[in-house]
């Protein structure tokens, strides 16, 4: 998507070897405006797959799952990030490595809001080792849900987690795919 790789040009920066810092209209301060145009891509892209929820990650993919969803006309889950040991029995529950964070955590979503019958389209900011995307389709499948595919904002492609995930034979769409990147060079684009 030419739009978000101009943008990501233009105001990202790439912090060490691995971590691209796209805070001034992605994940912190947020650019409502190209939400909406990842919103259309996301649909484009989905478009007559039956996506009928959308499953995110708290908190980055929220609002642009939100946004996504206004595409969709369909619920926006978001998978909790939970400390509690005591978790069994009304939820599923999947257990995830944070990439940015270096630790480790379950992410949980209510039985409530997730069940056979669903066709889920997941919705993340990032996609680097597919820690967070495994621990989604994780949840998907325990549900019983049909997994529609994955719609990625970013995809660090020199990273493992996408061929790792296309690999199970899941459809991973990243809208900017980065090849490489660095702090002097910038960041460069698969395509
Ligand atoms: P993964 O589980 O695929 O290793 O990492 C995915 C999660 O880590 C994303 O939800 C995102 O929040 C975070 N993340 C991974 N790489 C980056 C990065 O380069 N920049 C930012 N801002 N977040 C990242």
Redesign the pocket.
Known sequence: MELLKQRIRQDGTVKGT??????SFL?HQMDIDLFEEIGKEFKRRFEGCGVNKILT?EA??IGIACIAARHFHCPVVFAKKSQSKNIAGAVYAAR?????HGRVYDVIVSRKFLGPGDRVLII??????????EGLTDLVSQSGAQLAGAGIVIE?AF?P?GDRLRAKGIRVESLARVKSMSETGGVEFTD
């Open positions: 691995d971590v691209l810092k796209v805070d994940n990650i980055s993919g995830v490595e944070s990439f940015t993340d900011d990032f996609l680097a080792n597919g820690a967070a995307l660090k990273q987690g």
